[in-house]
């Protein structure tokens, strides 16, 4: 979607290594988030974002940690990467409960 | 907590049969559910929504999804399905408030639908 973008699209880095996935949004939305796809799990929250410097955890954020200085960034870092941490990663955005517009996806691989 | 279930993990349908995904959910207050599809290597795209109103909700790309309030059922149904019409689709309900009106959505864990010709 033109209003939100992930970056970058592809990435393999080393176990240990920390990693900053970002994401971009030019519809000025308040709230962003932060998700994982797995086979099998579907999409689960890792964190999100209710306003600048506003954050908190989602159901999987063991090992992630997020910030999000401007309205229109939110960044996620793996801290240490670790196998289990091998993904795709969404970012979404929304201004309310009634319409979420997700990003292309952030494919990681950690080996 | 608010949740959705998706039974089947894949649907497999001739081109031009009528095409059922199914997605049941557990909410507390009024549900406003959501469909997404996934095509390969993409984001997730919208497709419907139920916020209030008919129980017959119409979509992107001919895609339709009736609420059933006594079945807490949300199914999404096509006519006619098409080759390009196979996908991943995800069925989610936003969860427990967060701060303001922003809410977190949940998905189910995906039905992958396989269209052959």
């Known amino acids: 979607d033109a209003g939100i973008t992930q970056s970058p699209r592809h990435k393999v880095t080393e176990t240990g290594t920390p990693v900053t996935l970002r994401c971009h949004q030019t519809e000025n939305h308040r709230y962003m988030y932060w998700y994982r796809q797995d086979p099998g799990h579907g999409l689960r929250l890792i964190h999100y974002?209710?306003?600048?410097?506003?954050?908190d955890k989602g159901e999987v954020s063991d090992g992630y940690s997020v910030s999000r200085s401007k309205t229109e960034d939110f960044l996620l870092t793996l801290e240490s990467a670790t196998s289990s941490q091998t993904s795709v990663y969404f970012c979404a955005i929304s201004e309310s409960k009634y319409g979420y517009t997700f990003g292309s996806g952030t494919r990681l691989t950690v080996v | 907590a608010q949740s959705v279930a998706q039974p089947e993990d894949q649907v497999n349908v001739a081109e031009g049969n009528p095409l059922t995904v199914k997605c049941t959910y557990s909410?507390?207050?009024?549900?406003?559910l959501f469909w997404y599809v996934q095509y390969p290597n993409r984001g997730l795209q919208f497709l419907l929504k139920?916020?209030?109103?008919?129980?017959l909700v119409k979509g992107s790309y001919g895609f339709e999804a009736e609420f059933n309030k006594s079945q807490t059922s949300f199914h999404l149904k096509k006519p006619s399905a098409l080759v390009s019409d196979s996908a991943l689709y995800f069925c989610?309900?936003?969860?427990?408030?967060?701060?303001?009106?922003?809410?977190?959505?949940?998905f189910g864990g995906g039905t992958r639908v396989l269209v052959k010709p």
């Open positions: 989610a309900v936003p969860g427990t408030r967060i701060k303001a009106a922003g809410n977190k959505l949940t």
């Open positions: 139920y916020i209030t109103g008919d129980n």
């Open positions: 974002s209710y306003g600048v410097k506003d954050t």
């Open positions: 909410v507390s207050g009024n549900p406003y």
